[in-house]
Nanobody, 125 residues
Framework: QVQLVESGGGSVQSGGSLRLSCAAS????????MAWFRHASGKEREGVTV???????HYADSVKVQFTIDQDNAKGTVYLQMNSLKPMDTAMYYC???????????????????WGQGTQVTVSS
């Protein structure tokens, strides 16, 4: 069973940056893709970005020029670099993974097998 642990969240001012990490353990060989989602208070959960085990990536249009996902396969860790943060980026950020199958778009409808507990990102104006 895969365990996912997010870290790196916090409070920043508008225009600042944060780098989130998601460390996977247990059965990571079977992970085919990993993604970041966010859930803001009063809004539906939103798929942010996904990275396949071959390194290909997909982004939500809302974050394409602002966020970057990358991975360190040796460490079993996925990162989310978030730049030029705005108050509207405030949310709980979760990582999730897909096991035993290739990713299929769209992000918000793709199957995910394991989820982390989330890390809070708060951006103040």
């Amino acid at each position: 069973q895969v365990q996912l642990v997010e870290s790196g969240g916090g409070s920043v001012q508008s225009g600042g940056s944060l780098r989130l990490s998601c460390a996977a353990s247990g059965g990571t060989y079977y992970i085919y893709y990993m993604a970041w989602f966010r859930h803001a208070s009063g809004k539906e959960r939103e798929g942010v970005t996904v990275i396949n085990r071959d390194g290909t990536t997909h982004y939500a249009d809302s974050v394409k020029v602002q966020f970057t996902i990358d991975q360190d396969n040796a460490k079993g860790t996925v990162y989310l670099q978030m730049n030029s943060l705005k108050p509207m980026d405030t949310a709980m950020y979760y990582c999730a993974d897909g096991v035993g199958r290739w990713y299929s778009a769209p992000l918000d409808r793709a199957p995910f097998d394991y989820w982390g507990q989330g890390t809070q990102v708060t951006v103040s104006s």
